[in-house]
Nanobody, 131 residues
Framework: DVQLQASGGGLVQAGGSLRLSCTTSGFTFDDYTIGWFRQAPGKEREGVSCISSSDGMTYYADSVKGRFTISSDNAKNTVYLQINSLKPEDTAVYYC????????????????????????WGKGTLVTVSS
């Protein structure tokens, strides 16, 4: 049974930091690229970052470069998203997704398309940033 569970969200003041976790099970972690997406109220879901579990290659949306850091712990089948210098516009539900295709994840981040094509999605975690 495949599971992806995002956690670590919460209420934080602007300028603060959070580390989100995406804990996975039920599939061969090393074969997948894991991505983080977010959906703010009234907006489309957007991709923010992804990491290849096999070689650690990472990709970031331009809007989060320099503030977001993605990493993985393959021994724990877990991907992390460190978010620094939080802004009110970072308020969103954050989701993680997994797919065998690096290209699909990158395309989803760049173009906002192909989200439905992802192999697996997890339930999200809410991040609220107060000003």
């Amino acid at each position: 049974d495949v599971q992806l569970q995002a956690s670590g969200g919460g209420l934080v003041q602007a300028g603060g930091s959070l580390r989100l976790s995406c804990t996975t099970s039920g599939f061969t972690f090393d074969d997948y690229t894991i991505g983080w997406f977010r959906q703010a109220p009234g907006k489309e879901r957007e991709g923010v970052s992804c990491i290849s579990s096999s070689d650690g290659m990472t990709y970031y949306a331009d809007s989060v470069k320099g503030r977001f850091t993605i990493s993985s712990d393959n021994a724990k089948n877990t991907v992390y998203l460190q978010i620094n210098s939080l802004k009110p516009e970072d308020t969103a539900v954050y989701y993680c997704a997994a797919d065998r295709s690096w290209n699909l994840l990158v395309m989803a981040i760049v173009t906002g398309t192909s989200l439905r094509a992802m192999d697996y999605w997890g339930k999200g975690t809410l991040v609220t940033v107060s000003s």
